[in-house]
């Protein structure tokens, strides 16, 4: 979304004197580079080790780390200034409590069986009601959920059967003050057959449920496989989003210059939503993981 105060903008209301656009010219050049002297700022804090949260509370997933224990990951993720750790059962918490950190989204039921198939509700909604009763006791805030894969189901079908799954356990969300996540994944390479694969079809998902308790989360890596397009739709879908992951595309991999988004960006147009969940980090490290986490965090630091 353009800047209402951009010099393009107030071009098209009224005509501009040359000295006028001169000025506007030197304020842009002024804020792009506060904007790159920020990000200088942020490099020197990762190396350092005294990272601060800036404007997005970041965490990383548990599972891109399975080479390390929770205790380590844990250690590594406190020093580099994450609120905590993504994907977690509740056997993990005591290790991740110990460093002062939160699961900053609990697990629940598999994702090829989910809500958009009726014949999976009770096993679904069972793991679900457990996963807010553990997050609520430890006084955190998120569980995630799936629409599981269609076989066969069409998606108006399979929006209606997640529908009427969710609106038997979001009541106990909302009591727990608790909030359901529905992951966007990708179904042309890594989930094939997962229904809810696009921000517009989960978006009308959220509508129809009509509950601040019910959200998406937004995996940067899976949409712009999918959709691209990445900046715009967070402008105009915000509100939907209740947490976003990260990753390198093509590759799934670090966020560095071998892949085509361009993660400063991203974070500081997801910040400027006013977004207060949690930015987790879900890459494959190819190179060092801590290395790679590292840069992470100070690419998304704004």
């Known amino acids: 979304m353009p800047d209402p105060a951009s010099p393009s903008k107030m071009a098209r209301r009224t005509a501009i004197s040359a000295t006028a656009l001169a000025a506007?010219?030197?304020a842009g050049s002024d804020i792009h580079s506060k904007a790159a002297e920020d990000?200088?700022?942020s490099a020197a804090k990762v190396d350092s080790g005294q990272l601060g949260p800036g404007r997005l509370k970041q965490s990383v997933c548990r599972w891109c780390f399975s080479h390390m224990s929770v205790d380590d990951l844990a250690v590594q993720a406190a020093k580099l200034g994450l609120v905590g750790i993504d994907l977690l059962d509740p056997p993990d918490f005591p290790a991740l409590k110990k460093h002062g950190l939160v699961c900053t989204m609990v697990q629940s039921h598999p994702l090829t069986d989910g809500l958009c198939d009726p014949r999976f509700h009770d096993l679904c909604l069972e793991k679900m009601n457990s996963a807010i009763e553990a997050t609520a006791a430890e006084g955190w805030r998120n569980v995630i959920c799936f629409s599981g894969n269609g076989r066969g189901i069409d998606r108006e079908t399979g929006m209606k059967n997640c529908v009427n799954a969710l609106r038997r356990i979001v009541p106990v969300a909302e009591q727990?003050?608790?909030?359901?996540?529905?992951?966007?994944?990708?179904?042309?390479?890594?989930?094939?057959?997962y229904m809810c694969d696009n921000s517009q079809w989960?978006?009308?998902?959220?509508?129809?449920?009509?509950?601040?308790?019910?959200?998406?989360?937004?995996?940067?890596?899976?949409?712009?496989?999918?959709?691209?397009?990445?900046?715009?739709?967070?402008?105009?879908?915000?509100a939907y989003f209740g947490h976003y992951h990260t990753a390198g595309n093509p590759g799934r991999n670090e966020l560095d210059e071998t892949q085509e988004l361009f993660y400063p960006a991203i974070a500081r147009?997801?910040?400027?939503?006013?977004?207060d969940?949690?930015?987790?980090?879900e890459f494959?490290?190819?190179?060092?993981?801590?290395?790679?986490?590292?840069?992470?965090?100070?690419?998304?630091?704004v």
Request: charged share 25%; proline share 2%.
């Open 202 to 238: 989960g978006v009308e998902l959220v509508k129809r449920v009509g509950s601040d308790h019910f959200k998406l989360l937004y995996d940067i890596y899976h949409m712009q496989i999918m959709e691209g397009d990445v900046i715009r739709t967070v402008q105009e879908n915000h």
């Open 24 to 26: 506007a010219g030197l």
């Open 176 to 193: 727990n003050r608790v909030t359901l996540v529905m992951e966007l994944l990708n179904s042309k390479v890594d989930h094939p057959d």
């Open 277 to 281: 969940g949690y930015f987790a980090h």
């Open 269 to 275: 147009a997801i910040a400027d939503t006013g977004f």
């Open 284 to 301: 494959l490290a190819k190179g060092d993981p801590i290395a790679g986490l590292s840069d992470a965090v100070r690419q998304c630091t």
């Open 39 to 41: 990000d200088t700022k």
